[in-house]
């Protein structure tokens, strides 16, 4: 069975760094690209960008390129969000979720979410 | 950037009720057009894609069409598990954009 799983919530300061993480199951984690979205309290869907795990060519979003990073470690089959220094705006829900095989594929399985809280 | 507008952003309906959700894109999108259902504190579910292909396991009281710059979510009777909100998802450009979801609620 396809899971991904997701690393816990997070409180954390602005100007702190955070790196969550999605780990993939039941399939060939370095075969699917893998996306993060955010979903902001109480607002709709955004994709921040897709990254594709066996070789960690990454695509981001205009809109979050340069505030985070993706990473992925194929070894252990896990992917990783990245914020250098948060802001209280990164206040958020985050996923992760695999593409159903192709670059312009949709997302067929979802990451319980990780919800991160940045507040001073 | 591809503008995605769903609409309604919100409708009362009863069970056993036809609902229909419109998406248009500011361009067109071919089919590159899917849907998910989220219902509160859940992951979103992926139901449709290529604007009328049903996933696997999802019922088939769900449904979608559309080319180009129009799409429609059909749920032909709803059922008390179809209370969530819907968003539609472009893949046919980046950044791939999703509508502002509509959220179905009871009547």
């Known amino acids: 069975e396809v899971q991904l799983v997701q690393s816990g919530a997070e409180v954390k300061k602005p100007g702190e760094f955070l790196k969550i993480s999605c780990k993939g199951f039941g399939y060939n984690f370095t075969n699917y690209w893998l996306g993060w979205l955010r979903q902001m309290p109480g607002k709709g869907l955004e994709w921040m960008g897709v990254?594709?795990?066996?070789?960690?060519?990454?695509r981001y979003s205009p809109s979050f390129r340069g505030q985070v990073t993706f990473s992925a470690d194929k070894f252990i089959g896990t992917a990783y969000l990245q914020w250098n220094s948060l802001k209280a705006s990164d206040t958020a829900m985050y996923y992760c979720a695999r593409t159903m095989g192709g670059f312009g594929d949709p997302f067929d399985y979802w990451g319980q979410g990780s919800l991160v809280t940045v507040s001073s | 950037d591809i503008q995605m507008t769903q609409s309604p952003s919100s409708l009362s309906a009863s069970v056993g009720d036809r609902v229909t959700i419109t998406c248009r894109a500011s361009?067109?999108?071919?089919?590159?057009l899917n849907w998910y259902q989220q219902k509160p504190g859940k992951a979103p579910k992926f139901l449709i894609y290529?604007?009328?292909s049903l996933q696997s396991g999802v019922p088939s009281r769900i449904s979608g069409s559309g080319s180009g710059t129009d799409f429609t979510l059909t749920i032909s009777s709803l059922q008390p598990e179809d209370f969530a909100t819907y968003y539609c998802?472009?893949?046919?450009?980046?950044?791939?954009?999703f509508g502002r979801g509509t959220k179905v609620e009871l009547k």
């Open positions: 990254i594709f795990p066996g070789d960690s060519d990454s």
């Open positions: 290529a604007a009328s």
């Open positions: 998802h472009q893949t046919y450009s980046m950044p791939w954009t």
């Open positions: 361009q067109s999108i071919t089919t590159y």
